[in-house]
């Protein structure tokens, strides 16, 4: 069997690592926009190889993929799906693992997920503004108190601005900080992407734990995969700016130490829905990975932070240990509308944490970050049972050099995420920028410390949507204006 | 130096000066003074002066502009010189601020500091190579031109300091939990005894400073007893369950019969609060203040002391006449709040009896770290018999805890305190005797 994967990064590396162990024998061909050397290594040893092209280039692409003439096509990230690669694909007639451009609509436009979550009046949706207009989003955005503030269009998983405004004596430096940075969005942002009217999305801010929640669909069937919590926050102690994540933990089981079964269920409830209401307003049949990233608020409980028409990065670097099922038989189910028969097999005496080591100046200077050289040595790595993949690295001349992302993710799992964790820490110093570049990881991920403070905050959130829900505010949010009257918003 | 607030953007489009403003505020129960750093990655700009004054026009920090900074307030009997330093070579700037005692000057560290990064050190290797030999029982707080922002607490560990964070744009220093919470941010940590955190934009990492030999580690208990605020959390510790449970541990070692109890107004509540819960009694709201709160013991004017103490403790009679009341206090130091307090019930309100009941031991030397203790000839307890001292507050009784009580109460917390102004001797070392 020949399979082919789309893509250049950490994720990919953990999608062709899995696959490269199925009984099917995989010869695996990855299809990159540059030499990522873990992604080589596993496509080489299963016989493949790998070959570099403009992957968000549909047509050279298709190129490629023909050369190979695979049996089955994964596409990992978003944009080739935003840029019509799995159309382009599906067209030829491949069997292809991966949202087409309309589907994929559910990630790549926050206005159009939205919008489809309020129509249909499904569970877990926060009120928000779109705007095309610029000079409105920025009067809009002035005035528009506890807020996020986030690109209309995903990119890349940057731009979002969190900026919680509880204090009324900080307000006026807050609101100046909304307004320039909406400018230096539109402007430095969305200014690269034509492909959409709206620029910007004001949604109301919650708080409460994230996680994610990855689904197989075969537009039939939703499988849902075991729980996983990313890291945001670049440093330890939850400081720090945005990034697209540095590290994850998941388990024990489908459940996070502080999500519990009536949560998850719920929050598989809000994906299934949301996959039924697409399909029928886009016209097409969903054949790839939905995932939600949810927050526990206390406003609702579960609840849509975004969709993501692919699986997240590093979260899906957690199921190497801990699936223990055979991804690409799943895979080959889903592109043939099986999905139904499949049942999934978990590891439940394991859990697994995921760490990202980052070069300095990741995520916001990635131009300092770019061009260090890289040493990994992977042999210590396996000595202490953790797995290496690469990220942001590229192989030039033999030698690896830094992209300015994510260098590599380390991987581990274990009974305990206390050891899982500092089992991982041990294994960054293996490494390393060889000309002294500082790199940069989270000590913190998975700590018991970390772990209990997360507990704490979904039992505060809890209480909180538990007597919402008990007062019959989970539909509805009161205000009152004095002297004016009341005003009753519907969340029905 | 009494308090310090650190504040790192980590966007440059943010201004902090108005966090720092509130930040100060939030630090004043540690000081009246203040003197505040910004850096735009350019420069720095520093502006000090009376909180006060900052209080009344509270838009003179918006003179300075900048997206990191660091800032801290300081008391009349301590001095800024000795405290606060400043310095510029060939357009690079650094500025340190510390609070509590450092061996050595400041300025001595500050030089050192600028001699190695002229060498090519980076800021964090400068700083672990001098700060490792400079001995003493402080926090500090290091900024510079580069946008970049040093907090650490020395290895005795007797001065706190804390960490949190406001979403994804700041990071945030201060002494005291409070002030992270008066921002926006949420506590994520307390500093350890001997820990650097080094903050800027692109990067953040903790570290240890090595040190040589064993050291104990050991946090002030007048930060419970009295300095910190009651909604503080210091070490993970709640201020307020610590002053509840001495309230409660003075109450079962009380051997008079009383009608009401009165706590003096603010520290003392918490106590009076335990005491009163004990003692099956009434606590009251006895004492109503006038204008601006005033944290007498820190004053160091004598005259100020007296105004600040009558300003805030005017009595109300119905709680008093005719009664025989417990006045609960957290410390007694010169005696001069208890001493003024008593002859206005007894002379004035016909109070029947004054039981003076004290939340901390017997205050016997002044602090060698800096504490705002004051010297030994000044301290009640350090100079009058027990017997002595009721009779020169006019009270009819006085009730103190033991050393061995509030240690006790710690420990099983796991908390290991400095009682050195209580028995006498310097529990940890690199203090001035």
Not at chain 2, 126 to 132: L, R
Not at chain 2, 160 to 181: K, M, Q, R
């Amino acid at each position: 069997m020949k399979v082919v994967v789309v893509g250049d990064g950490g994720r990919e590396n953990a999608i062709a690592l899995m696959l490269s162990r199925s009984s099917l024998e995989p010869k695996i061909y990855v299809i990159s926009s540059h030499v990522n050397p873990g992604l080589k290594k596993v496509a080489e040893r299963s016989g493949g190889k790998l070959i570099t092209c403009d992957i968000l280039n549909r047509k050279e692409v298709k190129v490629r993929v023909d050369e190979v003439s695979p049996d089955v096509v994964v596409i990992g990230p978003e944009e080739p799906q935003f840029h019509g690669v799995s159309d382009e694909l599906r067209g030829c007639g491949y069997a292809v693992f991966g949202a087409s451009s309309k589907l994929a609509e559910i990630e790549k436009s926050k206005v159009f997920m939205r919008e489809l979550m309020w129509r249909y009046r499904i569970p877990g949706r926060l009120a928000y503004k779109a705007f095309t207009d610029v000079s409105q989003a920025i009067e809009y955005v002035g005035n528009a108190g506890d807020v996020v503030i986030k690109p209309a269009r995903q990119a890349g998983g940057k731009g979002v601005k969190v900026i919680a405004d509880l204090q009324a004596y900080l307000s006026d430096v807050k609101s100046r900080v909304r307004v320039d940075y909406t400018r230096k969005l539109i402007s430095d942002v969305m200014s690269h992407y034509v492909d959409i009217d709206y620029k910007l999305l004001v949604e109301e801010r919650v708080e409460g734990v994230e996680y994610t929640l990855m689904c197989i669909t075969d537009g039939y069937t939703l499988l849902p995969l075991p729980l996983v919590q990313d890291h945001p926050h670049a440093f330890d102690n939850d400081l720090g700016p945005e990034t697209g994540g540095m590290g994850s933990i998941q388990g024990p089981g489908y459940l996070l130490p502080f999500i519990n079964e009536g949560e998850f269920r719920e929050s598989v409830d809000i994906v299934e829905r949301v996959l039924k209401v697409l399909q029928e307003v886009v016209g097409e049949r969903y054949v790839g990975v939905l995932s939600g990233q949810m927050m526990l608020t206390s406003l609702l409980g579960p609840t849509v932070i975004e969709f993501y028409s692919r699986f997240g990065d590093p979260e899906v670097s957690n199921y190497i240990y801990t699936l223990d099922t055979d991804l690409l038989e799943v895979i080959d189910r889903a592109v043939s509308g099986r999905l139904a028969s499949v049942k999934l097999r978990v590891r439940e005496d394991l859990v697994s944490v995921v760490k990202a080591v980052c070069p300095r100046g990741y995520p916001n200077n990635r131009k300092v970050a770019k061009g260090h050289p890289v040493v990994v040595d992977e042999k210590s790595i396996r000595n202490y049972g953790c797995e290496v993949l690469y990220a942001g690295v590229e192989l030039i001349n033999g030698s690896m050099y830094t992209t300015g992302s994510r260098i590599v993710e380390l991987v581990c799992a274990g009974e305990d995420f206390d050891e899982v964790s500092k089992r991982v820490n041990k294994c960054v110093e293996f490494v390393k920028c060889v000309d002294g570049w500082d790199t940069f990881y989270r000590r913190d991920i998975g700590t018991k410390d970390l772990i209990m403070r997360r507990v704490m905050t979904a039992d505060i959130v809890r209480n909180a949507y538990t007597y919402r829900r008990g007062k019959g505010l989970s539909t509805i949010k009161v205000d009152w204006i004095p002297g004016k009257g009341v005003i009753t918003y519907d969340y029905s | 130096m009494g308090g310090l607030v650190g504040i790192v953007a980590f966007d440059e489009l943010w201004n902090v000066s108005k966090f720092m403003y509130y930040g100060l505020l939030a630090s004043h129960n540690r000081g009246d003074n203040y003197v505040v750093v910004l850096s735009n990655g350019r420069n720095l700009k520093s502006v000090g002066g009376d909180i006060t004054h900052l209080l009344l026009n509270k838009d003179s920090l918006d003179l300075l502009e900048g997206y990191v900074g660091i800032g801290g307030v300081y008391s009349q009997v301590d001095r800024l010189e000795g405290k606060y330093t400043y310095l510029s070579d060939n357009g690079y700037e650094l500025s340190l601020l510390v609070d509590g005692y450092v061996d050595g000057s400041v300025l001595d560290i500050g030089r050192r500091l600028l001699k190695l990064v002229n060498l090519g050190y980076k800021l964090v290797e400068a700083f672990v190579e001098v700060i490792k030999g400079v001995r003493g029982v402080y926090s500090l707080l290091l900024i510079n031109n580069k946008s970049e922002v040093i907090a650490y607490r020395s290895v005795p560990g007797l001065t706190p300091l804390h960490l949190g964070g406001y979403g994804f744009d700041l990071a945030l220093i201060a002494t005291e939990s409070v002030p992270i919470n008066i921002l926006g941010g949420e506590l994520r940590s307390a500093v350890k005894p001997g820990e650097y955190v080094y903050i800027s934009p692109d990067l953040v990492t903790v570290g240890e400073v090595p040190t040589d030999g064993v050291v104990n580690h050991a946090i002030c208990t007048f930060e419970y007893i009295y300095m910190a605020r009651h909604d503080s959390v210091l070490d993970g510790i709640d201020v307020y369950s610590i002053r509840k449970s001495l309230g409660e541990e003075l109450g079962r070692r009380f051997e008079y019969d009383v009608d009401v109890v009165v706590g003096v107004p603010e520290t003392a509540i918490p106590y009076a609060l335990g005491f009163a819960k004990v003692l099956g009694k009434d606590l009251e709201y006895g004492f109503i203040s006038t204008g601006v709160k005033v944290r007498t013991a820190i004053k160091g004017d004598p005259l100020e002391r007296l105004i600040g103490i009558q300003l805030k403790l005017n009595p109300v009679r119905y709680v008093f006449s005719g009664r025989r009341v417990a006045i609960v206090d957290d410390s007694l130091v010169r005696g001069l709040t208890v001493k003024s307090v008593i002859q206005i019930l007894r002379n004035k309100l016909g109070v029947k009896e004054v039981h003076v009941v004290i939340g901390s031991p017997k205050l016997i030397t002044n602090c060698p770290y800096g504490k705002e203790i004051p010297p030994k000839d000044e301290l009640l307890t350090a100079n009058l018999s027990d017997e002595l001292a009721v009779k020169y507050v006019e009270a009819d009784s006085i009730t103190w805890l033991s050393v061995d009580e509030v240690s006790k109460l710690f420990s099983s917390s796991g908390m290991n305190l400095c009682t050195g102004c209580f028995l006498g001797g310097c529990l940890v070392r690199g203090g001035r005797s």
